[in-house]
């Protein structure tokens, strides 16, 4: 029987930090939930959060706790598990990046023709101006 286990960060490092890290995830899914509007967005974003509290202890036993040469299986199913959920946080940050993108591309359309509805208006008003100055002077 060996005296220490051999994983790849000791747990009095591994562990804390987890617990730190899911901490900052639980505030950033209450953030979102209080600070974004009902959208898409909102709901990516959350449910990117949870499925970071999944992973989060997961890589932390990974990395910590469980030892690959006297646990090979249990080792390599919460690795496997760790990597399909992280797998799935990077999906849901591209579709977060699309979504984001294509909103972004609506506000900008939406600001240019509110823009171009402005200066039409301006120039009306500078016209009809112009014409009341030069019916002022002609009188």
């Known amino acids: 029987m060996e005296l220490f286990l051999l ?5 009095a ?6 617990a730190v890290l899911m901490v900052l995830v639980g505030l950033h899914i209450s953030l979102c939930r ?3 509007p009902q959208s898409a967005r909102r709901r990516i974003r959350i449910s990117s959060g949870y499925v970071s509290l999944l992973a989060i202890p997961l890589l932390a036993v990974g990395f910590s706790v469980i030892d690959p040469d006297t646990h090979p299986t249990v080792w390599v199913l919460v690795w496997l598990l ?3 959920l992280i797998a799935m ?3 849901l940050a591209v579709l977060d990046v699309v979504y984001t993108a294509r909103v972004t591309k609506r506000s900008r359309a939406e600001l240019r023709r509110s823009l171009q509805g ?3 208006a301006a120039h009306a008003r500078r016209a009809e101006g112009q ?3 030069a019916t002022h002077h002609e009188a």
């Open 7 to 11: 994983t790849l960060v000791p747990k």
């Open 13 to 18: 490092y591994a562990l804390p930090l987890a």
């Open 34 to 36: 209080e600070v974004l």
């Open 89 to 91: 946080i990077i999906g």
């Open 131 to 133: 014409m009341n100055d």
């Open 118 to 120: 402005a200066i039409a």
């Open 82 to 84: 760790a990597m399909a």
